[in-house]
């Protein structure tokens, strides 16, 4: 039996659309071996698909099929802590689990090039699953085929505090929302600021962070799906954070939060909880440098 630990992800970082996305200590976890058919559990009780549709089973199947290997099927066992259609990466997270457990139950034929490669083009987008099975902060252009990417480890205190709404936003409807064409001068708003969100982050320049998450290509039009979006916004940047910014397609609500901003949380759930909110969930999460990992 494999066991493999998986990685929340925040894509887009603001300004980064579909281009950068970072890693976080917030974990799924899934437990593969080959078996005579289809054997799934949900360990946590979350309910997920039991049959040949279940994103990590379908996944693996893909990496079998490319390597021309026979699957007569499989045994999952999964704890899906990553929070479905919220901006944290639980796709990827499948994804990743299914690919990562193929190839090491065949022999690891794939080389990690080729995985990064795989990921992006079954979910469409690089900047959740690449981060994912990569960790730290990655920074990554999708060709449609292949992916070109960095990975920075990023050596922070800094605290990444989401605030998770009470539900879901499927990223086809947070897409559907968006213009088909920007301005050149727009452009260059979001490519200038999405460069300095990187560059701040990896030199301690967090008092950049601020302009650098401010965007005009997704989160106008997402914060108004999101009622409240704007007053969590406005919560986090009295409390004191760095910046605050829609992680992935959302609904989730990212904060970046000095290491000596101590209780930021508890205030912040004071606040929601005022806001009538308190359905919505707050967690504290650092950076991930090391990516999915297989656990004994
Ligand atoms: N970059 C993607 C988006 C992330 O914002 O739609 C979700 O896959």
């Not at 936003?169 to 929302?177: N, P, V, W």
């Amino acid at each position: 039996m494999i066991k493999i630990q998986i990685p929340a992800t925040s894509a887009n970082l603001g300004a980064g659309f579909d281009a950068l996305g970072l890693a976080l200590s917030y974990y799924n976890y899934v437990e593969i071996e080959e078996a005579d058919g289809i054997y799934i559990e949900s360990l946590d009780g979350t309910p997920v698909p039991t049959d040949s549709s279940n994103l990590v089973y379908d996944t693996a199947h893909i990496l079998y099929d490319i390597c021309g290997k026979k699957l007569d099927g499989l045994r999952i066992r999964q704890i899906n802590n990553i929070p479905m259609a919220r901006g944290l990466g639980s796709s990827s997270a499948c994804i990743i689990a299914g690919l990562v457990g193929a190839n090491q139950l065949l022999g690891e034929p794939m080389s990690l090039d080729e995985l990064v490669n795989l990921s992006a083009q079954i979910e469409g987008h690089p900047d959740n699953t690449a981060p994912a099975l990569l960790g730290g902060i990655v920074t990554a252009v999708f060709d449609g085929k292949c992916v070109h990417w960095v990975k920075q480890e990023v050596y922070t205190t800094l605290k990444f505090v989401v605030v998770v709404p009470d539900f879901e936003l499927k990223t086809e409807k947070a897409r559907a929302c968006l213009p088909k064409e920007i301005s050149h001068k727009d452009a260059v708003y979001n490519l200038s600021r999405a460069a300095l969100f990187s560059a701040s982050l990896l030199t301690g320049k967090y008092e950049n962070l601020r302009t650098a998450v401010h965007d005009r290509l997704h989160q106008p039009y997402r914060m108004e799906l999101i009622p409240h979006g704007r007053d969590v916004f406005d919560t986090a940047y009295s409390l004191g954070a760095y910046a605050a910014y829609l992680s992935g397609a959302g609904p989730s609500l990212m904060a970046i939060v000095d290491a000596d901003n101590e209780y930021f949380c508890g205030k912040m759930r004071f606040a929601l909880d005022k806001m009538g909110l308190s359905a919505w969930e707050v967690h504290e999460l650092h950076i991930d440098n090391i990516g999915t990992r297989i656990i004994n």
